[in-house]
């Protein structure tokens, strides 16, 4: 999938901005305040960099007010153009060409005025329907795209908003993917942005759910599982007819490729970008990618000691940067100038933020940022290069400004000896003496931590507690080694260095020991329940949220359901251990196999539409606690899967969550 700009997509690393001034009298937000929608959803640039487009919402109880303010780039501090959209509940827009807009929105009400959504047996779930809007700068000659279709079955579809490519060559047409009833699959249509019109362009197989374009010319096709763990990797070559299948890949809860990702074009017919790890790479790094032999180029873009995942490429298809972490986001260029450019403005600041390439202008003159930090959860700027001129667009959630808690950089050193990079949450204002703490791990396990918003820390502080989370072995982003010392350490080494991070915090004495909690998600569940087994005098309350319990189980479950030959099965086996090699080392660090080791109070929560961790997980660990007689709380939750939870669901775990931690603490 390429957009107009296929920019960074580490604007998930989150937030932060300039530095807040911390202080006593100021207001926790509350759980409503801190999960409520942003008011600027975001900007974009117009391709010939000449008009800014900012996209607003107003909220008042159900009713919404949304318009765009568009300023001409070279005047960006004028008064802007007002284009109300109307009571739309908007999410993003996109520019289609340099006079024509791309509005996505979300409809709750069909033609006849009911509520759209879809029936389960007795029960009926409200669903939107995606769609995107089409309009002049002045919203004149507005279009719902494929809204001139003439099938039912088309018009009823929940999802009409997905862009494959822009055609940059083509300032009239996008193309787009669609569901084809007839066929029972996804396919591609060359839509028309002034009507609405849809033609027919392609079709995909069963399972397609993307692809990835050249040139308006598909090359690289997705195909997944029922579960959507494994991924078939199709890939066309120019003058090629057929598909040819090249690799399945295991596709990680964050929805990320273990092995291969396409992160951009090239201007050489039939030579990709891709972020990659071979065999000789201690990192992931970008190569050149030839789709007609499959071979692998030179390097195009590393860092030392930290992976690389996606890139900044503009239209034309020149990389001009490439992402990677730190404790912030930080990127590595192929234009001198544009770095030093980025230098001055991480400089401006206070090196203190995630200060994301969100936008660019064709001649790269004029950019859109997207500015983040613990205590921002984000922020708008436009910068032109010519001027040097800085011009903040908006904050997304201004009630929140100087309210939320800042987070350090904190250096643990694990028993071993190991680095091991944290940080650390403190709540605003000044409390006597010791603050309570919980303990965050992260879920993947290889994924990481990183310095920037989270809506569960901000939860957290705003409570008045502190918050750890520490990047242990095993954990992504720091390259082949570290990630490796994690393989089969799962309630080993790896939970060492959780408790080796709490015990330095503890040793700081700004820590009340005797009010500890763990919390996580996923691994982090994991880890939050072993954390109970292993030191059980360490916490007081434990929280695991869609987490693995009986090790065992889970490996069988990717065996069965994926395949005894599927990437997902030998994953895991490498990771966690092999059923039979390994039955000792798995039965040891099984949670629900040492329940009765757990003195805590234990919160489970688990959504039993869960394709990642089965939601027998948490039901066996909740039976395993009971026939041990020890304290626990199942909730679970119907029709939730294992991530992307809406604000509702968020605030149902974040609502059980804290009321747990807070009895215990009491």
């Known amino acids: 999938m390429i957009s107009r700009r296929h920019l960074i997509a580490g604007a998930t690393v989150a937030p932060s901005f300039l530095a807040c001034s911390a202080s006593a009298a100021v207001t926790p937000p509350s759980l409503d305040e801190i999960l409520a929608p942003p008011s600027l959803l975001n900007a974009a640039l117009s391709p010939n960099g000449q008009q800014l487009a900012c996209l607003w919402v107003e909220r008042h109880g159900e009713q919404l007010k949304a318009f765009v303010l568009l300023q001409p780039a070279d005047r960006p501090r004028d008064p802007p153009t007002v284009v109300l959209i109307g009571d739309y509940d908007v999410q993003r827009l996109e520019w289609a060409s340099d006079e024509r807009l791309l509005i996505w929105v979300n409809v709750h009400k069909d033609l006849d005025g009911k509520v759209t959504g879809m029936r389960a047996g007795d029960l009926f779930f409200e669903v939107p329907l995606n769609r995107v809007l089409s309009m002049n ?164 873009a590393s860092h ?42 991480a400089k401006f600041f206070k090196n203190d933020a995630n200060v994301v390439l969100y936008d660019a202008s064709l001649d790269h003159h004029r950019l859109i940022l997207w500015v983040t930090s613990p205590t921002q959860p984000g922020s708008f700027w436009f910068f032109d290069t010519a001027t040097g001129a800085l011009t903040p667009l908006g904050e997304t959630r201004p009630w929140l400004r100087d309210r939320l808690a800042p987070m350090s950089i904190v250096k643990v050193k694990a028993r071993d000896g190991l680095d091991l990079p944290a940080y650390l949450t403190t709540p605003v204002g000044e409390l006597p003496g010791p603050r309570p703490l919980v303990v965050f791990p992260h879920g993947g396990p290889e994924a990481r931590d990183s310095y920037g918003y989270n809506n569960f820390i901000q939860a957290f502080a705003a409570k008045g507690w502190m918050v750890l989370q520490v990047n242990f072995r095993g954990s992504g982003g720091y390259g082949r080694a570290f990630a490796d010392a994690g393989r089969k350490r799962w309630g080993v080494e790896m939970q060492n260095d959780v408790e080796d991070a709490l015990a330095a915090v503890l040793a700081t004495g700004k820590v009340d020991p005797n009010r500890v909690a763990i919390c996580g998600a996923s691994y982090g569940g994991y880890a939050a329940l072993m954390g109970a087994v292993k030191t059980p005098a360490a916490y007081k309350a434990v929280v695991a949220i869609a987490g693995v319990t009986h090790l065992d189980d889970f490996v069988a479950n990717a065996r069965r359901e994926d395949g005894p030959d599927s990437p997902v099965y030998e994953y895991w086996v490498k990771t966690i251990g092999d059923p039979v090699a390994d039955k000792a080392l798995l039965a040891s660090n099984s949670p629900a196999l040492r329940a009765r080791e757990i003195q805590a109070p234990v919160l489970l929560i688990h959504g039993n539409r869960d394709g990642i961790v089965p939601v027998e997980q948490s039901q066996t660990m909740s039976k395993a606690l009971k026939n041990a007689r020890r304290p626990v709380k199942y909730v679970e939750l119907k ?22 931690i807070e009895k215990a603490f009491a």
């Open 639 to 660: 029709w939730v899967g294992h991530r992307d939870w809406d604000r509702v669901t968020t605030k149902t775990i974040l609502t059980e969550t804290i009321a747990h």
């Open 304 to 345: 030392a000691g930290r992976d690389i995942d996606t890139v900044f490429i503009d239209e034309r298809s020149n990389l001009v940067a490439a992402a990677f972490t730190e404790d912030r986001l930080d990127y590595t260029f192929f234009d001198p100038a544009l770095k030093a450019h980025y230098r001055s403005l």
């Open 137 to 300: 700068l002045d919203g004149s000659q507005s279009a719902v795209l494929f809204g001139g279709q003439d099938s039912k079955t088309m018009r009823q579809e929940f999802d009409l908003s997905t862009v494959i490519d822009f055609l940059s060559d083509d300032p009239d047409h996008i193309l787009m993917q669609a569901w084809d009833s007839n066929k029972g699959c996804l396919a591609l249509y060359k839509v028309n942005t002034s009507t609405g019109e849809a033609a027919f362009f392609e079709r995909g197989a069963q399972g397609t759910y993307s692809w990835f374009t050249q040139n308006g010319v598909p090359m690289v096709r997705l195909d997944a599982n029922r579960r959507g763990t494994v991924v078939s990797m199709f890939t066309r070559a120019p003058g090629d007819a057929d598909w040819k299948l090249y690799r399945k890949l295991r596709r990680d809860e964050l929805e990320k490729f273990a092995d291969i990702a396409v992160v951009g074009g090239t201007s050489e017919s039939g030579v990709l970008l891709v972020s990659v790890q071979r065999d000789d790479d201690d990192t992931r790094v970008i190569r050149r990618f030839n789709l007609k032999s499959w071979e692998m180029g030179e390097i195009v």
